[in-house]
């Protein structure tokens, strides 16, 4: 498996935006499509003649809604971009935005893996959830990915929506697992601050997702993915073997990525950058010949290593015992969050429902967050 720098592409277009959305998505901005992508192409040379971008081992186009780009357009961006002879090439979609002929031409450009929205087949949570597709959206976007010859694909459950049961959940589990899939995602609904759902949820529209019910549907899904022979490989992510996601795995080990796109985050040499977030911002400076980036943060020792225990914690290889603070780790280890094996600690499957909560209390300079009395919260951060 190869690992290295990415390249992220983040398109910001959308059709509707889902009332729990809180990406850098735009639904009236489809007018500049066409500039956007010309925009990406100029950036990714730019980098290139750089030599910011060198074969990138893996390509992740992440949205909004990649899948609303024409393919050809979509495309034009990916052949602008160097890229390993074995490099992994994902994009997302919504499973009513993509179709037979964009996803040939996906596979003849050399798109390896698919990651489609699919959050719920239930029509009533789907409802709730502000999405606009259904079950058998989701069963023909699976059916035409296998069909073009794609290799590997990603469905994604979201649990804990308004109106959902247990039924309910285990139901869309059923229809998922129904289509093995090698790779799938679960995660826990969040109420992000200013989105469409906080202002439901502080009406009283809507109950705040219950953080008990929560993390009893993950793991159900835990068990119901392990018995289906996908496993777990970081606190949100379950695939068969050799259908990880390596771009997101490029993540989670610290590895660099360039940002290309408006909103997308990069980190290279140390730091931390971000672009212009609105889209016709990006398009306006690329064309003036200046930097899309509009703030960078460089990282201090202490903050690297911290972010490099928090990321590596995540996933099934944990992180290096010796990173650990000593007493938390011997107490988190007594109440069964995680566990040593060799030189790495290991979270448990009690402890993947806290895990924010364990890395502050592992990181030798964070706080007590468990604070004695820890509820259940399931912790998924979508990837």
């Known amino acids: 498996m190869t690992l290295g720098p990415g390249v992220y592409v983040h398109i910001p277009f959308c059709a509707t935006r889902c009332d729990y959305c809180a990406f850098a998505t735009w639904t009236d901005r489809d007018h500049l499509i066409d500039a956007y992508v010309d925009a990406c192409i100029t950036d990714v040379r730019r980098r290139v003649a750089a030599g910011e971008v060198v074969e990138a081992a893996t390509v992740y186009f992440g949205g909004g809604t990649p899948s609303l780009v024409a393919a050809p357009a979509l495309m034009r961006i990916l052949d602008a971009i160097p890229r390993a002879a074995d490099a992994e090439v994902?994009?997302?979609?919504?499973?009513?935005?993509?179709?037979?002929?964009?996803?040939?031409?996906?596979?003849?450009?050399?798109?390896?893996?698919?990651?489609?929205?699919?959050?719920?087949?239930?029509?009533?949570?789907?409802?709730?959830?502000?999405?606009?597709?259904?079950?058998?959206?989701?069963?023909?976007?699976?059916?035409?990915?296998?069909?073009a010859g794609i290799g590997s694909f990603n469905l994604d459950v979201i649990a804990g929506a308004a109106g959902e049961s247990d039924a309910d959940f285990a139901a869309t589990m059923t229809d998922v697992l129904a289509l093995d899939p090698p790779h799938v995602s679960v995660y826990g609904l969040m109420v992000e601050p200013g989105t469409p759902l906080e202002a439901r949820v502080a009406?009283?529209?809507?109950?705040?997702?219950?953080?008990?019910?929560?993390?009893?549907?993950?793991l159900a899904a835990d068990a119901r993915l392990a018995a289906a022979g996908l496993d777990w490989y970081e606190v949100s992510n379950w695939a068969r073997p050799g259908h990880e996601c390596r771009h997101n795995l490029g993540y989670w080990t610290g590895q660099e990525c360039v940002a290309i796109g408006a909103a997308a985050h990069g980190h290279t040499r140390g730091t931390r950058w971000w672009n212009s977030p609105r889209p016709?911002?990006?398009?306006?400076?690329?064309?003036?010949?200046?930097?899309?980036?509009?703030?960078?943060?460089?990282?201090?020792?202490?903050?690297?290593?911290?972010?490099?225990?928090?990321?590596?914690?995540?996933?099934?290889?944990?992180?290096?015992?010796?990173?650990?603070?000593?007493?938390?780790?011997?107490?988190?280890?007594?109440?069964?969050l995680v566990e040593v094996v060799g030189d790495r600690v290991v979270l448990?499957?009690?402890?993947?429902?806290?895990?924010?909560?364990?890395?502050?209390?592992?990181?030798?300079?964070?706080?007590?967050a468990l604070g004695g009395s820890a509820g259940t919260r399931y912790d998924g951060v979508p990837s």
């Open 90 to 147: 994902t994009v997302e979609g919504n499973p009513d935005s993509v179709d037979a002929e964009k996803l040939r031409v996906y596979a003849d450009h050399g798109v390896t893996r698919i990651s489609l929205g699919v959050q719920s087949t239930q029509p009533h949570v789907l409802a709730a959830l502000g999405r606009t597709h259904d079950r058998a959206n989701v069963t023909g976007a699976v059916e035409a990915t296998r069909a």
């Open 203 to 218: 009406a009283g529209e809507l109950a705040a997702p219950d953080a008990d019910a929560q993390a009893d549907r993950y």
């Open 280 to 336: 016709e911002r990006y398009v306006e400076r690329i064309a003036a010949g200046r930097s899309p980036v509009a703030g960078d943060e460089r990282l201090d020792a202490a903050t690297t290593a911290s972010d490099r225990l928090a990321l590596a914690l995540r996933i099934r290889t944990g992180a290096p015992v010796a990173a650990a603070e000593p007493a938390a780790l011997a107490e988190l280890t007594g109440i069964g």
């Open 348 to 368: 448990t499957r009690a402890g993947r429902l806290l895990a924010s909560e364990v890395v502050l209390r592992l990181d030798a300079s964070g706080a007590d």
